[in-house]
């Protein structure tokens, strides 16, 4: 059964494609692939993240409060109409990064967003988080508001699987079309060339690791997806203001 529960910090670096393959190949002597990835370069992720109407969430995360909140959708590829996907809370609570989720159908999941609902308890379902959720339906008027998609590689440590590093590239996010059986298209959220690159452990890093990112000359660096996805939608939108503006 896949993990449902998570406590963890994440620490996350922006990397160019150089910088990306020389760390990269570094870790592999340390650290050895996700299976899927053993057999597949990168397996996508797709996600469908709530808000309210104006957006109360992610306004509440970019303001860096002690704790923040979230809802989303996530699926691994492009899912059918009765694929498996997950629906989760990700909570952050001074650093430490709790995520719950719960197994559904993706037409069960998009209802039980709409309604607040609960869908009939099945096998493949976590009854607790199911609760959690619908108390959390209750407390934000939620809706649709951007969708999220990326290719990942995955790796992790050798001798402890609590500490896992991810790569991520091709982030693609859009303010329409907000369904996940559509497929991964839409506006760049990188730069060409650039990677994120995230650390996860359950407690601190291992020495090797810390060595190499000072090696490396790795800083961290807050970068949400769903987060700056909204600050360049805003971007955005100030531009199109002024260019009507001084047309």
């Given amino acids: 059964m896949a993990i449902e529960v998570f406590n963890r910090y994440e620490n996350k670096y922006l990397l ?3 910088a990306y393959r020389n760390f990269y190949l570094q870790l592999l002597e340390y650290m050895e692939l996700d299976d899927y990835n053993k057999q597949h370069e990168f397996y996508s992720i797709t996600n469908l993240y709530y808000d309210t109407e104006h957006d109360a969430l992610i306004r509440n995360s970019l303001s860096k409060p002690k704790y923040k909140e979230k809802l989303r959708l996530r699926a691994y590829g492009t ?25 559904l159908k993706l037409n069960e999941a998009y209802e039980f967003v709409r309604t607040g609902l609960q869908p009939e308890l099945q096998g493949y379902m976590n009854k607790q988080v199911l609760q959690e959720i619908t108390y959390f339906l209750q407390q934000y008027e939620l809706q649709p508001k951007v969708y999220l998609g990326y290719d990942r590689k995955a790796l992790f440590s050798k001798e402890n699987r609590d500490l896992r590093i991810t790569f991520d590239t091709n982030i693609n996010c859009r303010r329409y079309d907000l369904r996940l059986e559509s497929g991964n298209y839409g506006e760049p959220l990188l730069a060409p060339g650039q990677w994120l690159m995230e650390v996860k452990a359950e407690k601190t890093i291992p020495m090797w690791l810390s060595r190499m990112l000072s090696e490396h000359q790795m800083y961290r660096t807050s970068f949400s997806k769903y987060g700056n996805e909204y600050k360049k939608m805003l971007k955005n939108s100030k531009l199109e203001m002024e260019s009507v503006l001084y047309a």
């Fill in 16 to 18: 160019d494609s150089v």
């Fill in 79 to 103: 899912p059918k109409e009765d694929a498996k996907v997950y629906l989760e809370i990700k909570k952050k609570v001074f650093g430490l990064v709790n995520k719950r989720r719960t197994g």
